[in-house]
């Protein structure tokens, strides 16, 4: 695999790292699967896209795909927590409406941004060329989003909101209400998405219609083969792991779709994703299979000696 | 200061399995009381304390904690009145945050939460004097997850969390059914120890009439949602379990058959 090739996959594996932050927020954090993601990285793409092309300045477009995405995310919340929908069908239903609403967004199913300002163009200096710009704003982009997001779970709202996926009854003793942190959280999670989908189109250079199927499969797939490679110590440790399963992942999408040998095609992409996500799935149940080492030996404490019998 | 006016609570009302659970309970608790609460099953001992946290709403009646009604207000949103300790030691924390996480939470009960730190280091020193008072080598596990725990473990640990922020009253639901005898024990010496260090008002449920009248200053037993018997001072002072069995039957006229109650 050529340079450009490897630094393409990282490119996009990095955007896609942004999901894998979003997935793991919704349905490992406040433990909400949540398919609203299909929809809106699209619409985060849709917005962009449509606003750069109207002239708008290409941070801005892209700070509007965010709102726009928190905005669906609240929504799917809303829909459980009022309404009380079933959560995956709740977040079913505003994924299948946001199609409607990307197309109405973009005015026709697909808007190219060739020759349009982008949040990379902006940035670019010295003649750097595209290939190594793109994925050093990215990963700026991504460390900066991971490390407030890092901030944000150490703090006492952060903890609110993992406390709400962990034990929704014991949050409410302690005064959190559960619903709020819900709503809150969806939003964040699809904003994040939503922001991965503005970045996405402004790097390939245009927006879809279809261009989010599929997205959710990708972000879980980031967040299982982010925790299979990097057992989870801390949080900070896994948000890392989710990044970093992104980049993996799409890292070897592109090896085994380059290899010659294999004789995989694009076409064949779903197919080598669905067996990459299985063997992420089965490498911890061969773990546990092998034979296990003993855990250190801690500092029994009297009662636990006790008990222990 | 609790003032129970009336409630009344009936699952699945208008249908073949309604429920009458609470039918018009009354029951004062002045500040500083540590009362214990029996009943034999079914006679609406967790669905009170549920009414009281704000767990369940009540169909009828009205619930004031030093003064202010609470009888609409969401279990969230009372949490700065009533602390509680679950019967399922793995209801009252989460096991998937750590120690000092946990206490973190539980520091911050019916407070805002800002976006501020959660554990700061002068945090962290306050909890690990906390933890010691348990005497089970905690304090030196700060950063370990709560699922690592035993029940009895995570149930006194619960016990801290309750009393680290004053409340206006405590509630324990059966809070050392779940654990073996010798657990139960440390963990029912803790509570006493806690209730009376900080001077809590306080409710205990409990399914032993031996703990009822071992622990605290009042009894109340509760029958068919109502409160049927209330000893306290002299009176309680002297009395037995059969004390307490034989005052049932008279004031009920019939014989108490809960083989749970009479063997506990």
Redesign the interface.
């Known amino acids: 695999m050529s340079l450009i090739a490897s630094l393409g996959a990282i490119e996009i594996g990095l955007i896609f790292g942004l999901v894998a932050l979003g997935v793991y927020l919704s349905f490992r954090i406040i433990n909400f699967p949540d398919l609203t993601v299909d929809g809106s990285f699209p619409l985060g793409g849709a917005v962009a896209a449509a606003l750069i092309v109207a002239g708008w300045n290409p941070f801005a477009a892209t700070g509007a795909a965010i709102a726009a995405g928190a905005l669906s995310g609240w929504l799917t919340a809303w829909l459980n927590v009022r309404l009380r929908i079933m959560q995956l069908l709740a977040s079913i239903l505003v994924m299948i409406a946001l199609y409607s609403i990307n197309l109405r967004v973009m005015g026709k199913p697909n808007i190219a941004l060739i020759d349009e300002p982008t949040v990379f163009s902006m940035l670019a200096f010295g003649g750097m060329p595209d290939y190594l710009l793109k994925p050093l704003v990215l990963l700026a982009i991504v460390v900066l989003v991971k490390v407030l997001l890092d901030l944000f779970f150490a703090s006492e709202a952060g903890l609110a909101m993992r406390a709400t996926g962990g034990n929704p009854r014991m949050a409410r003793a302690q005064g959190i209400s559960t619903d709020r942190q819900t709503l809150w959280g969806l939003a964040l999670s699809n904003a994040l998405v939503a922001l991965a989908g503005a970045l996405f189109v402004q790097s390939q250079g245009g927006a879809d219609i279809s261009m989010g199927i599929g997205t959710i499969v990708v972000g879980l797939a980031a967040v299982i083969i982010g925790e299979t490679i990097l057992p989870a110590r801390s949080l900070v440790v896994t948000t890392l792991a989710c990044v970093l399963g992104a980049v993996l992942y799409r890292f070897f999408i592109a090896l085994a779709l380059n290899s010659d040998f294999i004789g995989l095609k694009a076409q064949d992409l779903n197919l080598v994703t669905a067996v990459l996500v299985a063997f992420a799935l089965l490498v911890p149940a061969w773990k546990r299979k092998l034979p296990a080492r003993r855990p250190a030996a801690r500092t029994v404490s009297p009662m636990a000696a006790k008990e222990a019998r | 200061m609790l003032h129970a006016k009336a409630l009344e609570i009936t699952f699945n009302p208008g249908t073949p399995i309604e429920n009458r659970v609470l039918r018009g309970l009354d029951l004062k608790i002045p500040t500083g009381q540590f009362v214990t609460v029996i009943g034999s099953n079914g006679a609406g001992k967790s669905t009170f304390l549920n009414a009281v ?1 704000g ?1 369940l709403m009540v169909d009828r009646g009205t619930i004031h904690i030093d003064g202010e009604d609470v009888t609409r207000r ?4 009372r ?2 009145l009533v602390a ?1 300790v ?1 019967q399922d030691p793995m ?7 750590t120690i000092e ?1 946990n206490m ?3 520091w ?4 805002r ?7 700061t280091r002068s945090l962290r020193e306050f909890f690990r004097e906390k933890l010691s008072i348990l ?4 304090e ?2 700060l950063a370990d997850r709560m699922g690592l725990l ?1 029940g ?2 995570r149930q006194a640990v619960s016990l801290l969390m309750a009393s680290l922020q004053p409340s206006r009253i405590l509630l324990l639901d059966e809070h050392t059914a779940a654990l ?1 005898p ?2 139960a024990a ?1 963990v029912l010496e803790l509570t006493a120890r806690i209730v009376e260090t900080g001077k809590l008002t306080a409710m205990m449920v409990t399914h032993s009439m031996r703990q009822a009248l071992d622990f605290g200053s009042r009894t109340v037993m509760l029958h068919e949602g109502r409160v049927i018997l209330d000893v306290k001072g002299e009176e309680r002072a002297g009395m037995d379990v059969p004390d307490l069995l034989h005052m049932f039957q008279k004031t009920r006229g019939e014989k108490l058959d809960d083989d749970k109650l009479l063997l506990a």
Do not use: H
């Open positions: 946290s767990d969401a279990a969230w949103q949490s700065d509680r679950f209801a009252g924390t989460c096991e998937a945050l996480e973190a939470l539980a911050k009960r019916g407070a939460r800002g976006f501020g730190f959660s554990l005497e089970l080598g905690l030196n596990r035993s009895g473990q073996d010798k657990t440390f």
